[in-house]
């Protein structure tokens, strides 16, 4: 079934041109950057990359963390396809001092066309909604611009990874809601989705959840045919039951886990329901204080310093030092397993305050949504508007659909971490969408009025 036709532009330029720009201006930008020593976070993927193995033969993985397996079976593939990124991997692993970043060029290289090819999905996403080339290139130059998905290039964390699975699905969404409701857009969809779980897990609800809007969406709200809905559920979940189900399975296997991960649940929760303990005046403060960039200095002449103290990661009396210390260790010398432990802080802490933990989901989902700091806080002014304006193009049900996952996703953060602007990277092709079309839509109206009509 097809809605609308491509612009009238001929050639696979219109094509290549955009994805030859992305590969361009992302090495240009990590160039620049240079390569990144692992730190923190990063360590910890050098230390699982090199110990990675399908079939364990620990019961642990050194923390007695079970971890998705994409990220450090490609960095351990990598290792194996260069000597140098394994003797720069190793040296990290064993915290030596004197590693060689340059060692991880490799590693860094595919990451850089990674990136690239998810600014490129943006780019595809863009115009199989809009069916404007204009407007989708000057969405994937914003995007470019801002730089904000390039950062993740040279980093050795799994954002890049996920990201390109996120957006690889959004662009295949946008074709079948737009172009063609083909069942091999919804096998890449899952197979997006699934890469993007098997990197970071908390997509697998996005996943559950889409299993259920896919019959909603083209049942019900596009009136179409039980059987032909039913076959598009099914091959969207076709991916997902070949290669994350087998990945479930195996740890089941062999930590007695039917997951994709384990031991997070009660980490990353018991930093986020430390939230809750928060006044409602401190609450108030919050939407000001977590602005991007200014925020801080803005409530020092506002507030009391006390409406506003315990909400930076760095206070020692902090929300978030409470929960990832104290918290913690109350909660682990309470229950003994992790599923224990989560079951604790989802009965006690989330149930036993559910209003309060929605509405501080509020405050931490807007945080959240910061990405790119100005970028964001402009995106978010405009994206009120910018609705009405793709509206006219796209209609309400597929503007909708479209604006789902990266919602979905803001909020799931929101409700069950700390929800830093990192992990909702991808919301700024909604921030460049809605700049770009407003800034034209301002354009045109200036024109009309402003500037002399020509005969």
Not at 44 to 50: E, F, M, S, T
Request: charged share 15%.
């Amino acid at each position: 079934m097809k809605w609308f036709s491509m612009p009238a532009i001929t050639g696979k330029a219109i094509f290549f041109a955009p994805l030859l720009i992305c590969l361009t201006v992302v090495f240009i930008q990590m160039m620049r950057t240079g390569y990144q020593e692992p730190v923190a976070d990063a360590l910890g993927y050098a230390d699982r990359a090199v110990i990675f193995s399908v079939t364990p033969t620990e019961k642990t993985w050194g923390n007695g963390i079970v971890v998705a397996p994409f990220y450090p079976a490609f960095l351990n593939l990598m290792m194996q396809a260069d000597p140098a990124v394994e003797v720069a991997l190793k040296c990290y692993a064993a915290r030596s001092d004197g590693c060689d970043v340059g060692g991880l060029a490799a590693v860094y290289t595919v990451q850089a066309v990674v990136v690239a090819l998810t600014v490129y999905f943006s780019f595809l996403a863009c115009l199989f909604m809009s069916g404007k080339y204009g407007l989708s290139f000057g969405v994937m130059v914003l995007i470019l611009a801002a730089g904000r998905l390039t950062e993740y290039t040279d980093w050795l964390i799994t954002e890049a990874w996920a990201f390109f699975g996120f957006m690889g699905f959004v662009a295949s969404l946008s074709y079948a809601a737009r172009v063609r409701d083909s069942l091999w857009a919804f096998l890449l969809m899952g197979l997006g989705l699934s890469l993007s779980v098997l990197t970071r897990p908390s997509y697998l609800y996005l996943v559950y959840s889409f299993i259920i809007v896919i019959p909603l969406y083209w049942w019900i709200v596009m009136k179409g045919k039980p059987v032909a809905t039913l076959m598009k559920t099914a091959v969207f979940i076709i991916p997902f039951l070949s290669l994350v189900i087998p990945w479930m399975f195996r740890n089941l296997y062999y930590f007695d886990v039917f997951g994709v991960s384990a031991g997070y649940g009660s980490y990353i929760l018991s930093e986020r329901v430390a939230y809750n303990m928060m006044s409602w005046s401190e609450y108030a403060a919050s939407f000001i204080y977590w602005l991007p960039d200014f925020g801080d200095s803005l409530s020092k002449t506002l507030f009391d310093p006390a409406l506003y103290q315990k909400l930076d990661f760095g206070a020692s009396d902090g929300y978030y030092r409470y929960g990832n210390s104290v918290l913690r260790s109350t909660i682990y010398a309470a229950a003994e397993t992790d599923k224990e432990r989560v079951s604790l802080l989802v009965n006690d802490y989330i149930l036993g305050d559910l209003v309060k933990h929605i509405f501080v989901t509020f405050s931490l989902a807007l945080r959240g949504m910061w990405v790119a700091k100005y970028l964001g806080l402009i995106g978010v002014f405009f994206m009120i508007p910018a609705f009405f304006l793709y509206k006219r193009m796209t209609g309400v049900g597929p503007l909708l659909l479209f604006a789902y996952p990266f919602f979905f996703m803001v909020g799931f953060n929101a409700f069950v971490s700390v929800s830093i602007p990192r992990y909702n990277v991808p919301v700024v092709l909604l921030y460049a969408m809605a700049i770009v079309i407003c800034g034209l839509a301002v354009f045109q109206v200036v024109k009309n009025r402003c500037l002399p009509r020509v005969a």
